[in-house]
Protein backbone atom coordinates (compact mmCIF):
# COMPACT_ATOMS: atom_id res chain seq x y z
CA UNK A 1 0.00 0.00 0.00
CA UNK A 2 3.01 2.57 1.17
CA UNK A 3 4.45 1.76 -2.28
CA UNK A 4 1.18 2.49 -4.64
CA UNK A 5 0.76 5.71 -2.65
CA UNK A 6 5.02 6.45 -2.90
CA UNK A 7 3.89 6.12 -6.54
CA UNK A 8 1.02 8.76 -6.90
CA UNK A 9 3.22 11.16 -4.57
CA UNK A 10 5.71 11.10 -7.78
CA UNK A 11 2.95 10.95 -10.48
CA UNK A 12 1.29 14.56 -8.73
CA UNK A 13 5.06 15.80 -7.92
CA UNK A 14 5.60 14.93 -11.93
CA UNK A 15 2.41 16.20 -13.31
CA UNK A 16 3.36 19.62 -11.04
CA UNK A 17 6.52 20.20 -12.80
CA UNK A 18 5.05 19.63 -15.90
CA UNK A 19 2.25 22.20 -15.66
CA UNK A 20 3.99 24.69 -14.47
CA UNK A 21 6.51 23.76 -17.76
CA UNK A 22 3.69 24.05 -19.68
CA UNK A 23 2.64 27.72 -18.43
CA UNK A 24 5.90 29.18 -17.88
CA UNK A 25 6.47 28.52 -21.99
CA UNK A 26 2.82 28.95 -23.44
CA UNK A 27 2.05 31.96 -20.17
CA UNK A 28 -0.32 31.58 -16.73
CA UNK A 29 -3.32 30.68 -16.82
CA UNK A 30 -5.79 33.35 -14.92
CA UNK A 31 -4.64 34.43 -11.48
CA UNK A 32 -7.07 32.06 -9.37
CA UNK A 33 -6.48 28.83 -11.44
CA UNK A 34 -2.51 29.30 -11.54
CA UNK A 35 -2.49 29.51 -7.65
CA UNK A 36 -4.90 27.44 -6.90
CA UNK A 37 -3.83 24.37 -8.92
CA UNK A 38 0.02 25.21 -7.80
CA UNK A 39 -1.22 25.23 -4.16
CA UNK A 40 -3.69 21.86 -4.51
CA UNK A 41 -0.24 20.07 -5.85
CA UNK A 42 1.82 21.31 -3.53
CA UNK A 43 -1.01 19.95 -0.83
CA UNK A 44 -1.68 16.64 -2.17
CA UNK A 45 2.27 15.88 -2.96
CA UNK A 46 2.85 16.71 1.07
CA UNK A 47 0.39 14.70 2.20
CA UNK A 48 1.29 12.07 0.33
CA UNK A 49 5.01 12.40 0.76
CA UNK A 50 5.17 13.58 4.79
CA UNK A 51 3.60 11.29 6.80
CA UNK A 52 1.77 12.65 9.81
CA UNK A 53 4.48 11.29 12.04
CA UNK A 54 7.66 12.11 11.00
CA UNK A 55 9.33 8.74 10.54
CA UNK A 56 5.71 6.76 10.08
CA UNK A 57 4.62 5.02 7.24
CA UNK A 58 1.26 7.73 5.25
CA UNK A 59 -1.66 6.42 6.86
CA UNK A 60 -5.10 6.88 6.27
CA UNK A 61 -5.83 10.67 7.89
CA UNK A 62 -3.19 11.85 5.31
CA UNK A 63 -4.84 10.08 2.37
CA UNK A 64 -7.99 12.05 3.24
CA UNK A 65 -6.16 15.43 3.83
CA UNK A 66 -4.73 15.24 0.15
CA UNK A 67 -8.84 14.31 -0.76
CA UNK A 68 -9.61 17.30 1.16
CA UNK A 69 -7.12 19.42 -0.19
CA UNK A 70 -8.40 18.09 -4.27
CA UNK A 71 -12.18 19.41 -2.51
CA UNK A 72 -10.60 22.86 -1.37
CA UNK A 73 -8.80 23.58 -5.14
CA UNK A 74 -12.05 22.29 -7.09
CA UNK A 75 -14.24 24.28 -5.39
CA UNK A 76 -12.60 27.40 -6.08
CA UNK A 77 -12.25 25.93 -9.86
CA UNK A 78 -15.81 24.87 -10.31
CA UNK A 79 -17.38 28.39 -8.28
CA UNK A 80 -14.81 30.65 -9.30
CA UNK A 81 -17.37 33.49 -11.26
CA UNK A 82 -19.71 32.70 -8.46
CA UNK A 83 -17.13 33.90 -5.76
CA UNK A 84 -16.51 36.65 -7.74
CA UNK A 85 -19.69 37.88 -8.20
CA UNK A 86 -21.19 37.54 -4.12
CA UNK A 87 -17.64 39.12 -2.59
CA UNK A 88 -18.92 40.09 0.94
CA UNK A 89 -21.38 37.92 1.00
CA UNK A 90 -20.06 34.59 1.47
CA UNK A 91 -22.13 31.28 1.56
CA UNK A 92 -22.00 28.64 4.20
CA UNK A 93 -19.88 26.43 2.17
CA UNK A 94 -17.37 29.34 1.54
CA UNK A 95 -16.78 29.71 5.00
CA UNK A 96 -16.45 25.81 5.37
CA UNK A 97 -13.81 25.31 3.00
CA UNK A 98 -12.08 28.43 4.05
CA UNK A 99 -11.66 26.55 7.48
CA UNK A 100 -10.36 23.77 6.05
CA UNK A 101 -7.57 25.49 3.42
CA UNK A 102 -6.46 27.49 6.36
CA UNK A 103 -5.76 24.43 8.58
CA UNK A 104 -4.34 22.57 5.39
CA UNK A 105 -1.97 25.58 4.84
CA UNK A 106 -0.81 24.92 8.47
CA UNK A 107 -0.59 21.41 8.53
CA UNK A 108 1.44 21.58 5.20
CA UNK A 109 3.79 24.32 6.69
CA UNK A 110 4.38 21.99 9.56
CA UNK A 111 5.52 19.11 7.79
CA UNK A 112 7.62 20.88 5.40
CA UNK A 113 9.35 23.58 7.23
CA UNK A 114 8.77 22.97 11.13
CA UNK A 115 6.58 24.99 13.45
CA UNK A 116 8.44 28.30 14.02
CA UNK A 117 6.21 29.21 11.30
CA UNK A 118 3.01 27.63 12.13
CA UNK A 119 3.19 29.63 15.51
CA UNK A 120 4.23 33.17 13.32
CA UNK A 121 0.53 32.37 11.28
CA UNK A 122 -1.85 31.14 14.04
CA UNK A 123 -0.28 34.38 16.25
CA UNK A 124 -1.36 36.50 13.56
CA UNK A 125 -4.64 34.54 13.22
CA UNK A 126 -5.30 35.16 16.83
CA UNK A 127 -4.64 38.97 16.08
CA UNK A 128 -7.56 39.00 13.76
CA UNK A 129 -9.69 37.35 16.23
CA UNK A 130 -8.76 39.21 19.38
CA UNK A 131 -8.45 42.57 18.13
CA UNK A 132 -10.42 44.54 20.48
CA UNK A 133 -9.23 42.86 24.11
CA UNK A 134 -5.50 43.99 22.81
CA UNK A 135 -3.44 47.29 24.34
CA UNK A 136 -4.39 50.00 22.59
CA UNK A 137 -1.31 50.31 20.15
CA UNK A 138 -1.68 47.26 18.47
CA UNK A 139 -6.06 46.96 19.06
CA UNK A 140 -8.36 47.11 16.56
CA UNK A 141 -12.72 45.92 16.30
CA UNK A 142 -11.94 42.40 15.58
CA UNK A 143 -13.14 39.85 12.84
CA UNK A 144 -14.91 37.30 13.05
CA UNK A 145 -13.77 33.57 12.13
CA UNK A 146 -16.10 34.08 9.14
CA UNK A 147 -14.59 37.21 7.95
CA UNK A 148 -10.99 35.56 8.60
CA UNK A 149 -11.84 32.32 6.51
CA UNK A 150 -13.39 34.04 3.55
CA UNK A 151 -10.76 36.97 3.54
CA UNK A 152 -8.23 33.98 3.20
CA UNK A 153 -9.70 31.61 1.11
CA UNK A 154 -12.09 33.77 -1.60
CA UNK A 155 -9.72 37.00 -2.22
CA UNK A 156 -6.42 37.52 -3.26
CA UNK A 157 -5.39 39.12 -0.41
CA UNK A 158 -4.87 36.28 1.68
CA UNK A 159 -3.45 32.59 0.97
CA UNK A 160 -3.92 32.87 -2.68
CA UNK A 161 -1.94 36.85 -3.03
CA UNK A 162 1.02 37.85 -3.54
CA UNK A 163 3.52 35.26 -2.45
CA UNK A 164 1.59 32.21 -3.72
CA UNK A 165 1.54 34.19 -6.75
CA UNK A 166 5.30 34.71 -7.25
CA UNK A 167 6.04 30.71 -5.98
CA UNK A 168 3.07 29.74 -8.65
CA UNK A 169 4.59 31.93 -11.79
CA UNK A 170 8.56 32.48 -11.32
CA UNK A 171 10.05 30.34 -8.35
CA UNK A 172 8.64 27.05 -8.89
CA UNK A 173 10.36 26.85 -12.28
CA UNK A 174 13.63 28.04 -10.54
CA UNK A 175 13.64 25.15 -8.67
CA UNK A 176 12.81 23.00 -11.53
CA UNK A 177 15.74 24.24 -13.18
CA UNK A 178 18.26 23.88 -9.96
CA UNK A 179 16.63 20.09 -9.91
CA UNK A 180 17.62 20.25 -13.67
CA UNK A 181 21.15 21.35 -12.56
CA UNK A 182 21.52 18.99 -10.01
CA UNK A 183 20.36 15.79 -12.41
CA UNK A 184 22.87 16.86 -14.98
CA UNK A 185 26.23 17.03 -12.45
CA UNK A 186 26.07 20.91 -13.31
CA UNK A 187 26.56 21.00 -9.45
CA UNK A 188 29.73 19.36 -9.78
CA UNK A 189 31.30 21.07 -12.44
CA UNK A 190 30.70 24.34 -10.14
CA UNK A 191 32.52 23.05 -7.51
CA UNK A 192 35.17 21.12 -9.95
CA UNK A 193 35.29 24.73 -11.72
CA UNK A 194 35.81 26.38 -7.73
CA UNK A 195 38.75 23.69 -7.26
CA UNK A 196 40.87 24.13 -10.30
CA UNK A 197 40.75 28.30 -9.06
CA UNK A 198 41.02 28.22 -6.16
CA UNK A 199 42.20 24.37 -4.11
CA UNK A 200 45.88 24.74 -4.42
CA UNK A 201 46.19 28.43 -2.98
CA UNK A 202 46.44 28.85 0.69
CA UNK A 203 43.48 27.52 2.67
CA UNK A 204 42.19 26.61 -1.10
CA UNK A 205 39.32 24.24 0.74
CA UNK A 206 37.85 27.18 2.37
CA UNK A 207 37.78 29.32 -1.30
CA UNK A 208 36.65 26.41 -3.03
CA UNK A 209 33.32 26.66 -0.76
CA UNK A 210 33.07 30.26 -1.15
CA UNK A 211 32.94 30.16 -4.84
CA UNK A 212 30.90 26.85 -5.14
CA UNK A 213 28.51 27.70 -2.59
CA UNK A 214 28.09 31.32 -4.45
CA UNK A 215 27.26 29.38 -7.39
CA UNK A 216 25.37 26.97 -6.38
CA UNK A 217 23.43 29.28 -3.63
CA UNK A 218 22.24 31.87 -5.73
CA UNK A 219 20.21 28.69 -7.68
CA UNK A 220 19.00 26.64 -4.79
CA UNK A 221 17.36 29.03 -2.74
CA UNK A 222 17.45 27.42 0.76
CA UNK A 223 20.34 28.25 2.49
CA UNK A 224 20.57 24.69 4.63
CA UNK A 225 19.85 22.71 1.64
CA UNK A 226 22.56 24.42 0.16
CA UNK A 227 24.96 23.84 2.79
CA UNK A 228 24.07 19.70 3.03
CA UNK A 229 24.62 19.90 -0.90
CA UNK A 230 28.14 21.38 -1.17
CA UNK A 231 29.30 21.16 2.66
CA UNK A 232 29.37 17.34 2.46
CA UNK A 233 32.74 18.06 0.20
CA UNK A 234 33.78 21.36 1.31
CA UNK A 235 33.85 20.90 4.71
CA UNK A 236 35.86 17.82 5.49
CA UNK A 237 38.44 19.13 2.96
CA UNK A 238 38.76 21.98 5.07
CA UNK A 239 39.21 19.93 8.05
CA UNK A 240 41.99 18.67 6.61
CA UNK A 241 43.82 21.12 5.22
CA UNK A 242 43.94 22.36 9.04
CA UNK A 243 41.08 24.84 9.41
CA UNK A 244 39.08 24.04 13.07
CA UNK A 245 35.76 22.04 12.78
CA UNK A 246 33.53 24.82 13.61
CA UNK A 247 35.57 27.18 11.75
CA UNK A 248 34.44 25.04 8.66
CA UNK A 249 30.97 24.46 9.28
CA UNK A 250 30.79 28.70 9.58
CA UNK A 251 32.76 29.22 6.18
CA UNK A 252 30.06 26.95 4.57
CA UNK A 253 26.81 28.36 6.25
CA UNK A 254 28.19 31.89 5.24
CA UNK A 255 28.79 30.94 1.95
CA UNK A 256 25.89 28.62 1.19
CA UNK A 257 23.80 31.79 2.94
CA UNK A 258 25.58 34.87 0.73
CA UNK A 259 24.50 32.79 -2.41
CA UNK A 260 20.47 34.10 -2.27
CA UNK A 261 22.09 38.03 -2.71
CA UNK A 262 23.94 37.48 -5.97
CA UNK A 263 22.38 38.03 -9.21
CA UNK A 264 21.18 37.36 -11.53
CA UNK A 265 18.69 34.76 -9.96
CA UNK A 266 19.45 35.65 -6.46
CA UNK A 267 17.39 32.24 -5.65
CA UNK A 268 14.36 33.33 -7.24
CA UNK A 269 13.92 36.32 -4.38
CA UNK A 270 14.87 38.75 -6.79
CA UNK A 271 11.48 38.51 -8.53
CA UNK A 272 9.69 38.60 -4.73
CA UNK A 273 11.30 41.79 -4.42
CA UNK A 274 9.66 42.77 -7.54
CA UNK A 275 6.37 42.35 -7.01
CA UNK A 276 6.44 43.76 -3.42
CA UNK A 277 8.37 46.79 -4.86
CA UNK A 278 7.09 47.28 -8.56
CA UNK A 279 10.53 47.86 -9.88
CA UNK A 280 11.92 45.88 -12.64
CA UNK A 281 13.61 42.76 -12.39
CA UNK A 282 16.63 44.18 -14.30
CA UNK A 283 16.98 46.78 -11.74
CA UNK A 284 16.98 45.19 -8.65
CA UNK A 285 19.38 42.63 -10.07
CA UNK A 286 21.55 45.52 -11.18
CA UNK A 287 21.29 46.89 -7.77
CA UNK A 288 22.50 43.83 -5.96
CA UNK A 289 25.61 43.21 -7.73
CA UNK A 290 27.79 45.90 -5.63
CA UNK A 291 26.45 44.65 -2.13
CA UNK A 292 27.28 40.82 -3.33
CA UNK A 293 30.78 41.68 -4.52
CA UNK A 294 31.12 43.20 -0.70
CA UNK A 295 29.81 40.29 1.06
CA UNK A 296 31.76 37.70 -1.06
CA UNK A 297 34.75 40.28 -0.65
CA UNK A 298 34.62 39.96 3.08
CA UNK A 299 34.58 36.06 3.21
CA UNK A 300 37.10 35.77 1.15
CA UNK A 301 39.25 37.68 3.00
CA UNK A 302 38.18 36.16 6.27
CA UNK A 303 39.46 32.73 5.01
CA UNK A 304 42.39 34.18 3.56
CA UNK A 305 43.67 35.79 6.90
CA UNK A 306 42.60 32.67 8.68
CA UNK A 307 44.88 30.30 6.32
CA UNK A 308 47.47 32.99 6.74
CA UNK A 309 47.14 33.22 10.74
CA UNK A 310 47.41 29.17 11.03
CA UNK A 311 49.55 28.55 8.27
CA UNK A 312 47.26 26.30 6.16
CA UNK A 313 48.18 25.02 3.01
CA UNK A 314 46.01 24.51 -0.48
CA UNK A 315 45.31 20.83 -1.91
CA UNK A 316 48.06 18.86 -3.42
CA UNK A 317 48.60 19.34 -7.10
CA UNK A 318 47.21 15.62 -7.83
CA UNK A 319 43.50 16.33 -5.99
CA UNK A 320 43.30 19.63 -7.89
CA UNK A 321 41.57 19.18 -11.54
CA UNK A 322 43.19 21.27 -14.18
CA UNK A 323 41.67 24.31 -14.52
CA UNK A 324 41.46 24.17 -18.84
CA UNK A 325 40.43 20.11 -18.69
CA UNK A 326 37.53 20.84 -16.22
CA UNK A 327 35.76 23.66 -18.51
CA UNK A 328 36.54 21.80 -21.74
CA UNK A 329 35.10 18.25 -19.75
CA UNK A 330 32.38 20.06 -17.96
CA UNK A 331 32.16 23.65 -18.96
CA UNK A 332 29.37 22.79 -21.42
CA UNK A 333 26.79 21.94 -18.46
CA UNK A 334 26.95 25.81 -17.42
CA UNK A 335 25.70 27.05 -20.74
CA UNK A 336 22.16 26.59 -20.21
CA UNK A 337 22.71 29.47 -16.61
CA UNK A 338 24.03 31.71 -19.67
CA UNK A 339 20.50 31.05 -21.50
CA UNK A 340 18.73 31.88 -18.19
CA UNK A 341 20.89 35.71 -18.26
CA UNK A 342 20.70 36.06 -21.86
CA UNK A 343 16.68 35.46 -22.23
CA UNK A 344 16.28 37.84 -18.76
CA UNK A 345 18.68 40.93 -19.09
CA UNK A 346 19.47 41.01 -22.98
CA UNK A 347 15.79 40.04 -24.24
CA UNK A 348 14.00 40.93 -21.68
CA UNK A 349 11.70 37.75 -21.41
CA UNK A 350 9.69 37.25 -18.48
CA UNK A 351 11.06 34.69 -15.64
CA UNK A 352 9.10 31.96 -16.37
CA UNK A 353 9.78 32.42 -20.07
CA UNK A 354 13.11 32.23 -19.31
CA UNK A 355 13.51 29.60 -16.58
CA UNK A 356 11.67 27.56 -19.21
CA UNK A 357 14.41 27.63 -21.97
CA UNK A 358 17.38 27.31 -19.59
CA UNK A 359 15.72 24.47 -18.32
CA UNK A 360 15.00 22.81 -22.22
CA UNK A 361 19.06 24.24 -22.37
CA UNK A 362 20.14 22.08 -19.59
CA UNK A 363 18.54 19.40 -20.83
CA UNK A 364 19.76 19.18 -24.31
CA UNK A 365 23.48 20.63 -23.08
CA UNK A 366 23.04 17.30 -20.79
CA UNK A 367 22.64 14.91 -23.55
CA UNK A 368 26.27 15.69 -24.99
CA UNK A 369 28.34 13.18 -22.65
CA UNK A 370 26.52 9.51 -21.71
CA UNK A 371 27.97 10.38 -17.93
CA UNK A 372 25.00 13.80 -17.78
CA UNK A 373 22.37 12.62 -20.11
CA UNK A 374 18.98 12.27 -18.48
CA UNK A 375 17.12 9.05 -19.58
CA UNK A 376 13.21 8.28 -18.85
CA UNK A 377 14.34 7.50 -15.79
CA UNK A 378 16.34 10.69 -14.96
CA UNK A 379 14.27 12.95 -16.25
CA UNK A 380 11.48 11.89 -14.36
CA UNK A 381 13.54 11.93 -11.21
CA UNK A 382 15.04 15.69 -12.17
CA UNK A 383 10.50 16.71 -12.37
CA UNK A 384 9.92 14.81 -9.50
CA UNK A 385 12.81 16.33 -7.19
CA UNK A 386 12.00 20.07 -8.87
CA UNK A 387 8.09 19.69 -7.31
CA UNK A 388 9.76 18.29 -3.81
CA UNK A 389 11.98 20.95 -3.56
CA UNK A 390 9.78 23.63 -3.94
CA UNK A 391 7.36 22.01 -1.24
CA UNK A 392 8.78 24.58 1.22
CA UNK A 393 8.50 27.60 -0.57
CA UNK A 394 4.97 26.92 -1.38
CA UNK A 395 4.65 25.75 2.08
CA UNK A 396 6.40 29.15 3.00
CA UNK A 397 3.90 31.55 0.74
CA UNK A 398 0.92 30.29 1.85
CA UNK A 399 2.02 30.88 5.20
CA UNK A 400 2.88 33.59 4.95
CA UNK A 401 -0.04 34.72 2.73
CA UNK A 402 -2.30 34.17 5.89
CA UNK A 403 0.39 36.54 7.79
CA UNK A 404 -0.31 39.37 4.84
CA UNK A 405 -4.13 38.52 4.96
CA UNK A 406 -4.05 39.74 8.42
CA UNK A 407 -2.19 42.48 7.65
CA UNK A 408 -4.30 44.08 4.92
CA UNK A 409 -7.39 42.71 6.80
CA UNK A 410 -6.42 44.81 10.64
CA UNK A 411 -4.24 47.62 9.11
CA UNK A 412 -1.23 45.77 11.90
CA UNK A 413 1.62 47.28 9.35
CA UNK A 414 0.70 50.93 9.97
CA UNK A 415 0.20 49.85 13.33
CA UNK A 416 3.69 48.16 13.68
CA UNK A 417 5.62 50.79 11.40
CA UNK A 418 4.55 53.52 13.60
CA UNK A 419 5.72 51.93 16.90
CA UNK A 420 9.29 51.22 15.39
CA UNK A 421 9.37 55.08 14.50
CA UNK A 422 7.80 56.09 18.11
CA UNK A 423 10.67 53.99 19.81
CA UNK A 424 13.17 55.29 17.70
CA UNK A 425 11.54 58.77 18.24
CA UNK A 426 12.01 59.11 14.49
CA UNK A 427 16.01 58.57 14.07
CA UNK A 428 16.64 57.15 11.07
CA UNK A 429 19.91 55.04 12.59
CA UNK A 430 17.86 53.48 15.63
CA UNK A 431 14.71 53.00 13.34
CA UNK A 432 17.09 51.15 10.94
CA UNK A 433 18.17 48.88 14.26
CA UNK A 434 15.27 48.34 15.02
CA UNK A 435 14.16 47.02 12.17
CA UNK A 436 17.22 44.84 11.64
CA UNK A 437 16.62 43.61 14.93
CA UNK A 438 12.68 42.69 14.38
CA UNK A 439 14.00 41.18 10.54
CA UNK A 440 16.48 38.72 12.08
CA UNK A 441 13.77 37.65 14.86
CA UNK A 442 11.30 37.41 12.14
CA UNK A 443 13.57 35.60 10.32
CA UNK A 444 14.75 32.58 12.80
CA UNK A 445 13.57 29.43 11.68
CA UNK A 446 11.99 30.53 8.22
CA UNK A 447 12.97 30.35 4.92
CA UNK A 448 13.89 33.23 3.29
CA UNK A 449 10.63 34.00 0.87
CA UNK A 450 8.44 34.46 4.03
CA UNK A 451 10.70 35.82 6.04
CA UNK A 452 11.17 38.61 3.85
CA UNK A 453 7.60 38.77 2.89
CA UNK A 454 6.74 39.11 6.28
CA UNK A 455 9.47 41.85 7.19
CA UNK A 456 8.29 43.84 4.31
CA UNK A 457 5.06 43.83 5.06
CA UNK A 458 5.66 45.16 8.25
CA UNK A 459 8.62 46.95 8.47
CA UNK A 460 9.27 48.70 5.35
CA UNK A 461 6.95 51.15 5.51
CA UNK A 462 8.70 52.72 8.99
CA UNK A 463 11.71 53.27 6.60
CA UNK A 464 10.08 54.57 3.81
CA UNK A 465 8.06 57.13 6.03
CA UNK A 466 11.72 58.34 7.25
CA UNK A 467 12.70 58.94 3.58
CA UNK A 468 14.27 55.58 2.53
CA UNK A 469 13.97 54.73 -0.83
CA UNK A 470 11.73 52.12 -1.44
CA UNK A 471 14.37 49.64 -2.83
CA UNK A 472 17.04 49.96 -0.65
CA UNK A 473 14.34 49.42 2.12
CA UNK A 474 12.91 46.06 1.17
CA UNK A 475 17.09 44.68 0.22
CA UNK A 476 17.86 45.90 3.69
CA UNK A 477 15.37 43.77 4.89
CA UNK A 478 15.94 41.64 2.70
CA UNK A 479 19.65 40.86 3.67
CA UNK A 480 18.78 40.61 7.37
CA UNK A 481 15.71 37.69 6.62
CA UNK A 482 18.68 36.16 4.83
CA UNK A 483 21.40 36.15 7.64
CA UNK A 484 18.99 34.95 10.35
CA UNK A 485 20.30 31.92 8.86
CA UNK A 486 23.44 32.33 10.16
CA UNK A 487 22.26 34.31 13.58
CA UNK A 488 22.17 32.67 17.00
CA UNK A 489 19.92 31.19 18.73
CA UNK A 490 18.73 29.74 15.68
CA UNK A 491 20.86 29.87 13.07
CA UNK A 492 19.76 26.73 10.67
CA UNK A 493 22.53 26.95 7.94
CA UNK A 494 25.36 27.38 10.51
CA UNK A 495 23.63 24.17 12.61
CA UNK A 496 23.55 22.37 9.77
CA UNK A 497 27.44 23.15 8.93
CA UNK A 498 28.08 22.22 12.15
CA UNK A 499 26.31 19.09 11.78
CA UNK A 500 28.74 17.97 9.22
CA UNK A 501 31.79 19.58 11.24
CA UNK A 502 31.15 17.39 14.04
CA UNK A 503 31.65 20.86 15.71
CA UNK A 504 29.82 22.90 18.66
CA UNK A 505 26.46 24.42 16.93
CA UNK A 506 26.60 27.42 18.87
CA UNK A 507 30.29 27.98 18.79
CA UNK A 508 29.93 27.01 14.75
CA UNK A 509 26.86 29.93 14.80
CA UNK A 510 28.85 32.41 16.42
CA UNK A 511 32.10 32.00 14.47
CA UNK A 512 29.82 32.32 11.70
CA UNK A 513 28.61 35.87 12.61
CA UNK A 514 31.75 36.99 13.09
CA UNK A 515 33.22 36.20 9.64
CA UNK A 516 30.09 37.53 8.04
CA UNK A 517 30.04 40.41 10.37
CA UNK A 518 30.29 42.40 6.96
CA UNK A 519 26.38 40.86 5.97
CA UNK A 520 25.46 42.90 9.15
CA UNK A 521 27.13 46.22 7.81
CA UNK A 522 26.27 46.05 4.15
CA UNK A 523 22.90 47.10 4.39
CA UNK A 524 23.41 50.60 6.03
CA UNK A 525 26.00 51.40 3.73
CA UNK A 526 23.39 51.00 0.95
CA UNK A 527 20.85 52.53 2.64
CA UNK A 528 23.60 55.94 3.43
CA UNK A 529 25.19 55.16 0.36
CA UNK A 530 22.84 54.79 -2.60
CA UNK A 531 25.87 54.47 -5.15
CA UNK A 532 26.01 51.10 -3.82
CA UNK A 533 22.68 49.71 -5.68
CA UNK A 534 24.25 51.80 -8.71
CA UNK A 535 22.26 55.02 -8.10
CA UNK A 536 23.98 57.86 -9.26
CA UNK A 537 27.40 59.32 -11.43
CA UNK A 538 29.69 56.80 -12.68
CA UNK A 539 32.26 58.17 -10.65
CA UNK A 540 30.55 58.60 -7.59
CA UNK A 541 29.51 54.68 -7.97
CA UNK A 542 33.44 53.92 -8.40
CA UNK A 543 34.67 55.77 -5.67
CA UNK A 544 31.97 54.68 -3.26
CA UNK A 545 32.61 50.73 -4.71
CA UNK A 546 36.51 51.08 -3.74
CA UNK A 547 36.08 53.08 -0.94
CA UNK A 548 33.42 50.09 0.33
CA UNK A 549 35.85 46.91 -0.78
CA UNK A 550 38.72 48.50 1.25
CA UNK A 551 36.50 48.77 4.04
CA UNK A 552 35.36 45.35 4.15
CA UNK A 553 38.84 44.13 3.26
CA UNK A 554 39.85 45.45 6.70
CA UNK A 555 36.79 44.84 8.56
CA UNK A 556 38.00 40.98 7.49
CA UNK A 557 41.19 41.29 8.87
CA UNK A 558 40.76 43.17 11.95
CA UNK A 559 38.29 40.52 12.94
CA UNK A 560 40.39 37.87 12.25
CA UNK A 561 43.32 38.80 13.78
CA UNK A 562 45.68 39.26 10.80
CA UNK A 563 46.64 41.77 7.88
CA UNK A 564 50.27 41.62 6.74
CA UNK A 565 51.36 39.76 10.11
CA UNK A 566 49.37 38.72 13.05
CA UNK A 567 47.81 42.08 15.19
CA UNK A 568 47.69 43.29 18.55
CA UNK A 569 44.81 43.54 20.30
CA UNK A 570 45.01 47.70 19.72
CA UNK A 571 45.91 47.02 15.74
CA UNK A 572 42.69 45.28 15.23
CA UNK A 573 40.69 47.98 17.37
CA UNK A 574 42.29 50.75 14.99
CA UNK A 575 42.13 48.97 11.96
CA UNK A 576 37.81 48.14 12.78
CA UNK A 577 37.07 52.05 13.04
CA UNK A 578 39.20 52.53 10.03
CA UNK A 579 37.00 50.31 8.18
CA UNK A 580 33.38 51.62 10.12
CA UNK A 581 34.89 55.14 8.66
CA UNK A 582 35.30 53.62 4.95
CA UNK A 583 31.43 52.32 5.22
CA UNK A 584 30.37 56.35 4.12
CA UNK A 585 33.13 57.36 1.78
CA UNK A 586 32.90 61.41 2.38
CA UNK A 587 36.48 63.21 2.28
CA UNK A 588 36.36 63.54 5.73
CA UNK A 589 35.61 59.98 7.06
CA UNK A 590 38.09 58.63 4.11
CA UNK A 591 41.15 60.93 5.63
CA UNK A 592 40.37 59.73 9.11
CA UNK A 593 40.18 56.30 8.11
CA UNK A 594 43.76 57.03 6.78
CA UNK A 595 44.82 58.45 9.95
CA UNK A 596 43.62 55.27 11.76
CA UNK A 597 45.04 52.92 9.24
CA UNK A 598 48.74 53.96 8.51
CA UNK A 599 49.76 53.41 12.52
CA UNK A 600 48.68 49.75 11.52
CA UNK A 601 50.35 49.62 7.98
CA UNK A 602 53.76 50.64 9.89
CA UNK A 603 53.34 48.30 13.01
CA UNK A 604 52.62 45.39 10.55
CA UNK A 605 55.87 46.01 8.47
CA UNK A 606 57.70 46.68 11.20
CA UNK A 607 56.59 43.73 12.66
CA UNK A 608 56.84 41.67 9.41
CA UNK A 609 60.68 42.80 9.09
CA UNK A 610 61.97 41.76 12.46
CA UNK A 611 59.95 38.16 11.39
Not at 432 to 449: K, N, R
Request: glycine share 8%; charged share 10%.
Amino acid sequence: MSNVIAKIGIFFAVCMSLFHLYTGCMGSLDPWSQRVIHLSFGFIITFLTYPYIKGKKINIIDICLAILSLLCGLYIIINMDALVDRAGMPTKWDIVFGVITIILVLEMTRRVIGLALVIVSIVFLLYAYFGPYLPDAIAHRGYSIERIATHMYTTLEGIFGVPISVSATFVILFVIFGAFLEATKTGNFFINFANSIAGKRRGGPAKVAVISSGFFGTISGSAVANVVGTGTYTIPLMKRTGYAPHFAGAVEAVASSGGQLVPPVMSAAAFVISEMTGESYLKICIAAIIPSVLYYTSLFTAVHMEARRANLSGLSEEEVPKFWATLKSQGYLAISALVLVYFLAVELRSPSFSAFWAIIAALILSSIKKSTRLNLKGLIKALESGAKGALSVVAACAAAGIVVGVVTLTGLGLKFSGAIIQLAHGNLYLTLFFTMIASLILGMGLPTTAAYIICAILAVPALTNLGVNVLSAHLFVFYFAIISAITPPVALAAYAGAGIAKSDPMKTGLTACRIGLAAFIVPYMFVFNPALLMHGSVIQIIWVTFTAIVGVFFLSSSVIGWWITQMSVWERVLLFIASLLLIEPRVLTDILALFFMIPVLLFQIKKRKVK
